[in-house]
Nanobody
């Protein structure tokens, strides 16, 4: 019983910035692992930023140095700061939570469009 709600998507010009947030509610555990995925038209959903089981951050090569994943004040909220956005970053971005025993939960997604 977990609910994930993303916010912060929108239209931005190349080189601009956006900040996405994901609020999790329901039955949460310290062992839950959270991250951000994205899916562009005609492409597979890909993992772009996540927390490891030890709390360190990791990034896909395509966003390394431009995106930052972090936790906000509340433990049940994560943020994705996206800087120097490129047209190829255009996608639906999804918040994801995984239980240690393998159950997956997804947000509804938020559209990010990078275009002139």
């Amino acid at each position: 019983q977990v609910q994930l709600v993303e916010s912060g998507g929108g239209l931005v010009q190349p080189g601009g910035s956006l900040r996405l947030s994901c609020a999790a509610s329901g039955s949460l555990f310290n062992s839950d692992v959270m991250g951000w995925y994205r899916q562009a038209p005609g492409k597979q959903r890909e993992l772009v930023a996540w927390f490891t089981s030890t709390g360190t951050t990791r990034y896909a090569d395509s966003v390394q140095g431009r995106f930052t994943i972090s936790r906000e004040n509340a433990k049940n909220t994560i943020r994705l700061q996206m800087n120097s956005l490129k047209p190829e970053d255009t996608a639906v971005y999804y918040c994801h939570l995984r239980r240690t025993w393998g159950n997956d939960y997804w947000g509804q997604g938020t559209q990010v469009t990078v275009s002139s």
